[in-house]
């Protein structure tokens, strides 16, 4: 479909051990993005990427990192998994930084921390 | 910083329309976005406006106010199908080159038969 998919698409976990997720996509997309949904807030931007290995910080960063190795693939771990982090993650791609370039989602990811 | 405000619930009739409003404030403005997400799937793309008026789409319109931070999102004849959560997103000029959007929280649309 467009070209971005997000693995595992469910995962339970339990507190204090090491979660990774992935998004990786098709498109030689420059710009990737980790998002957490969770209701009452909406979607909260965790980390970006601009380009591989280059990445920085959204506004809800504490708790996760990002690593960009290649263009295709863009990882989120939280390094000791909290029940707070219980959420759901979706994963962006984006051509381009300005002008109509919206995002494409993945298709998510629902993470439980027990 | 950017703030966001869209209301949390809305109903409507199918074949009626309705309009969802969203009033944003942010330290520049570089695009207002509106999404569709269906329960437990994915956001998808609607509607892109940067400059003031009305943006048609079929059934779907977006209007845009920058002067007043202001911008709606129209559905004409609606469809039972079209009960969904309505995501306004912008991007500020702040975003640089990292294109990222700030996304209000939602309003979730019942279509009732």
């Known amino acids: 479909d467009a070209g971005i998919t997000q693995s595992p698409r469910h995962k339970v976990t339990e507190t204090g051990t090491p979660v990774t997720l992935r998004c990786h996509q098709t498109?030689?997309?420059?710009?990737m993005y980790w998002y957490r949904q969770d209701p009452g807030h909406g979607l909260r931007l965790i980390h970006y990427s601009y380009g591989v290995k280059d990445t920085d910080k959204g506004e809800v960063s504490d708790g996760y990192s990002v690593s960009r190795s290649k263009t295709e693939d863009f990882l989120l771990t939280l390094e000791s998994a909290t029940s707070s982090q219980t959420s759901v993650y979706f994963c962006?791609?984006?051509?381009?930084?300005?002008?109509?370039?919206?995002?494409?989602f993945g298709s998510g990811t629902r993470l439980t921390v027990v | 910083g950017q703030n966001i405000d869209q209301p949390t619930e809305m109903t409507a009739t199918e074949g009626a329309i309705v309009q969802i409003n969203c009033t944003y404030q942010t330290s520049g403005f570089n695009g207002l976005f509106w999404y569709q997400q269906h329960a437990g799937e994915a956001p998808t793309f609607l509607s892109y406006?940067?400059?003031?008026g009305l943006e048609e789409k079929g059934r779907f319109s977006s209007f845009l106010s920058r002067s007043k931070g202001y911008s709606y999102l129209l559905l004409k004849e609606l469809q039972m199908k079209d009960s969904a959560s309505y995501l306004c997103?912008?991007?500020?000029?702040?975003?640089?080159?990292?294109?990222?959007?700030?996304f209000g929280q939602g309003t979730t649309l019942q279509v009732k038969p």
């Open positions: 498109e030689n997309h420059r710009y």
């Open positions: 962006a791609i984006s051509e381009g930084s300005g002008g109509m370039y919206g995002y494409t």
């Open positions: 406006n940067v400059l003031d």
């Open positions: 997103a912008t991007r500020g000029r702040g975003s640089g080159n990292t294109g990222k959007l700030i």
